[in-house]
């Protein structure tokens, strides 16, 4: 059964803004749902046995590279079996959480989730991506192309050397402003922010889900 799979990487729960986002895409969504949370349950970061392990016969395994196989093939057949993503990916310190940088790893493999001269078996499946950040980075901002995260992520997932999925990101901005006394002034900026956001996701539910079931 086809599914969505739904990749959470935020360390703060139910405060995080990235997955309050993302609670108004889930819910429009009324199939199926994969849910893994990265940050409650963190996948290995790769290792050595893990890198060896994808260019060695399985039939000459050592113990280590056996056991970190199995961790990635397990990883690599929920995300194959998806049919549609959802990642929420918040901005730390510039880039993304370091548990979804590991599970990225675990997960891009030559040969299997990625095929150099010809596409992705996922390629043009449909992913959204929330990244909600303390600050702006949009263009006119004081900190416009110091985000390490949307262009890494829509490399990594979107470029057809890649998983070449159908990518689209939600970007709520702004999310310190009703916690710092200097940011009072931005305040308007962030709740419009906000309230795009989850107009976006709800959107978006809405169209993935509708082509699903017209594909089905």
Do not use: C
């Amino acid at each position: 059964m086809s599914y969505l799979l739904h990749i959470d990487s935020s360390s703060l729960g139910g405060a995080s803004v990235s997955r309050q986002v993302a609670q108004s895409f889930l819910d429009g969504w009324h199939g199926k749902v994969v849910h893994r949370d990265l940050a409650a349950a963190p996948v290995p970061h790769i290792s050595a046995a893990g890198i060896t392990a994808r260019a060695t016969d399985p039939a000459r395994h050592t113990g280590e590279q056996a056991a970190a196989a199995a961790i990635q093939d397990a990883l690599i057949e929920e995300f194959l079996g998806a049919d549609a993503y959802l990642f929420t990916v918040p901005m730390y310190n510039l880039t993304m959480p370091s548990v979804f940088k590991a599970w990225l790893d675990q997960v891009i493999v030559l040969g299997r989730t990625v095929r150099h001269g010809s596409p992705s078996q996922v390629a043009g499946r449909p992913a959204v991506v929330i990244s909600a950040r303390g600050g702006s980075y949009s263009p006119g901002a004081p900190r416009h192309g110091l985000d390490y995260v949307v262009p890494l992520l829509e490399a990594l997932l979107g470029h057809e050397d890649m998983f070449g999925l159908d990518v689209t990101i939600v970007v709520p901005e702004l999310t310190m402003a009703p916690h710092e006394t200097a940011m009072a002034a931005l305040l308007p900026m962030h709740k419009a922010s906000m309230a795009n956001a989850h107009d976006r996701a709800r959107e978006l539910a809405a169209t993935i889900a509708g082509g699903a079931t017209a594909a089905a």
